[in-house]
């Protein structure tokens, strides 16, 4: 009986010494860590959406046209012109995709360019702060870099055309909003966000679950949180 009791609190003991916190680990380790999950839900996240059907066939980002022109959408759907507003949101959807991929070197960039500073005050904070950390310092050159992409790959089908011709139409349904002016802009940003939305997924299936994280030492500082 003495024995098992030892044994018990050896166990215990030895249960203890392995269950850390943040305060236990070194700076360098808490920053290395959160870069390595950062990267890996990023890289996760550009996969995902930067293939065929990555923005169309996903519900929760895809791009549908926007503001007072996506009621009049509806309503001209009910009116059996719905193969026209499906084709138009089809090439915005794969005008993301197509742009999509061009983002994994700049948030990988961004990653690296995290100080301590930053590491710490992401690891106390909600469950998203490190993307929107990533949001804050890289959607900038992100638009830069999209913009261009999703003007020559609107370009290339007539999307603008297109788009200014159902425009036309959806006018007498009501009036366009300044959301809607810029077709190129609009579906950037949209790309954006849902990137981004993908991106803070990741980072709290990584918070919630430390053992999904693809780094040794990504699983030790989540698990520690």
Do not use: H, W
């Not at 990741?202 to 918070?207: D, G, K, W």
């Amino acid at each position: 009986m003495l024995r098992f009791t030892a044994l018990c609190a050896g166990l215990a003991l030895s249960a203890s010494a392995f269950a850390l916190s943040l305060a236990d680990l070194s700076q360098q380790d808490a920053s290395g860590g959160l870069k390595d999950a950062l990267t890996q839900g990023a890289k996760v996240a550009v996969q995902q959406l930067g293939k065929p059907g990555g923005f169309n066939d996903n519900p929760d980002v895809r791009i549908e046209l926007p503001g007072k022109l996506g009621k009049a959408a509806k309503t001209m759907k009910m009116m059996g012109m719905g193969a026209q507003v499906e084709q138009l949101e089809a090439t915005m959807n794969q005008a993301a995709e197509a742009a999509v991929p061009q983002a994994q070197a700049l948030l990988v960039d961004a990653v690296k360019k995290m100080t301590v500073q930053d590491a710490k005050g992401i690891l106390a904070g909600p469950e998203d702060a490190a993307t929107q950390y990533l949001n804050k310092t890289s959607r900038e050159q992100l638009r830069a870099k999209f913009l261009p992409i999703v003007k020559q790959a609107t370009d290339k089908v007539g999307l603008a055309q297109q788009y200014n011709s159902f425009a036309g139409q959806a006018a007498s349904f009501g009036v366009v909003d300044a959301k809607s002016a810029n077709i190129e802009s609009y579906v950037t940003e949209e790309a954006l966000d849902g990137l981004f939305k993908l991106i803070a997924e990741q980072e709290a299936s990584i918070r919630q679950n430390p053992a999904g994280a693809a780094t040794g030492l990504a699983k030790k500082v989540f698990g520690a949180l």
